[in-house]
């Protein structure tokens, strides 16, 4: 009995000293951070970091998220081009259409957020541009801007206010792509800034994860399947 006892007291040492670890090391890179970011997530298994910050003069804040990806840029790209699957895996999106293809780096697309319960769902018109990379430039950007009024109200949906972010993807190798995006979403229509702030330090980690979950599929790791919009030049 004796025996028993203190291995369960080792155990759970072990366990604390381990959960003291972690800790610490999330303190550490929380301290490590800069320009007034704050590490909210840190997935070491998936290379996952989200980071949230207080801007000045507003009580809703700016998120920032880093994904290191075990696919090549080109699954990224095939991905980020399919606009009507972005509803499986961006994050509580209800709807997803691409309304308009302006160029071959630039196209207006179309979402439906659900919102939580007591609000009403909101909707929003995005034109993403693509600056493609090149042989001086290896990386690719997309810039993603929300146009509010290029459509009518769809009702009974509330238009959202602000949902602008940029993403950079930047090939690490012929295996993997590391994606950096940054960003501020306002919902407006009274959402409160707290549930808005909860949902920026969970949404961008989520949005990784289902991206990681989509491009495991064929469909994306296909190199003969082409690429709607031009990422590379």
Excluded at 24 to 49: S, V
Excluded at 163 to 190: M, R
Aim: glycine share 4%; net charge positive; charged share 30%.
């Amino acid at each position: 009995m004796l025996k028993k006892i203190t291995l369960a007291l080792m155990i759970g040492a072990l366990s604390n000293s381990a959960f003291a670890i972690k800790a610490l090391e999330d303190l550490r890179a929380e301290a490590e951070t800069k320009d007034g970011w704050r590490l909210a997530k840190y997935d070491r298994r998936h290379n996952i970091k989200a980071y949230v910050k207080n801007e000045d003069g507003k009580s809703i804040r700016s998120f920032k998220v880093e994904a290191l990806f075990d696919y090549p840029i080109d699954v990224v790209a095939r991905l980020q081009s399919d606009v009507d699957n972005y509803k499986r895996w961006y994050f509580e999106v209800l709807e997803s259409k691409l309304l308009k293809k302006v160029s071959d780096k630039e196209f207006i697309f179309y979402l439906v957020h659900n919102a939580p319960v007591g609000m009403a769902d909101r909707d929003v018109v995005m034109k993403a541009t693509i600056e493609p990379m090149t042989s001086k430039k290896p990386y690719v950007i997309i810039k993603m801007v929300s146009l509010r009024d290029y459509l009518p109200t769809q009702k009974p949906y509330e238009r959202m206010e602000t949902e602008d972010y940029i993403i950079k993807l930047t090939p690490q190798g012929d295996n993997q792509t590391l994606l950096e995006s940054e960003g501020y979403i306002d919902p407006g229509a009274g959402a409160p800034s707290w549930a808005v702030n909860f949902i920026q330090g969970k949404a961008p980690y989520t949005n990784m994860m289902g991206m990681r979950r989509m491009m495991a599929m064929p469909q994306y790791q296909d190199k003969k399947a082409p690429i709607t919009f031009t990422f590379f030049e």
